[in-house]
Nanobody
Framework: VQLQASGGGSVQPGGSLRLSCTAS????????MGWYRQAPGKLRELVAR???????DYADSVKGRFTISRDNAENTVTLQMNSLEPEDTAVYYC??????????????WGQGTLVTVSS
């Protein structure tokens, strides 16, 4: 299984960016999938994720500004980031918990993608 992330880049405060992550390989089911971020000198933190219950888990700091959605047919999650702030600057990582067999569940991380918000 591989996670391929795309998107990111540099934007001015108030701008928007979109991140996408696609899982590929021998996937039986995706239990949850979402985005985490790590800013310099800080711990990695949840940004938003989709679970079996829906795409409703958001960090308080991004609620109302970020929206995560998923395409089950394409094994893809997309993070739309609006009203970006300098505090959103970080390396963003896609994470998925995937069942690859009848009972073999593993956690996968994608390569990080840098988001820089600066004037």
């Amino acid at each position: 299984v591989q996670l391929q992330a795309s998107g990111g880049g540099s934007v001015q405060p108030g701008g928007s960016l979109r991140l996408s992550c696609t899982a590929s390989g021998s996937i039986f089911s995706i239990n949850n999938m979402g985005w985490y971020r790590q800013a310099p000198g800080k711990l990695r933190e949840l940004v938003a994720r989709c679970t079996s219950g829906g795409c409703t888990d958001y960090a308080d700091s991004v609620k109302g500004r970020f929206t995560i959605s998923r395409d089950n047919a394409e094994n893809t999650v997309t993070l739309q980031m609006n009203s970006l702030e300098p505090e959103d600057t970080a390396v963003y990582y896609c994470k998925a918990v995937i069942t690859i067999g009848s009972s073999d569940t593993r956690t996968y991380w994608g390569q990080g993608t840098l988001v820089t918000v600066s004037s």
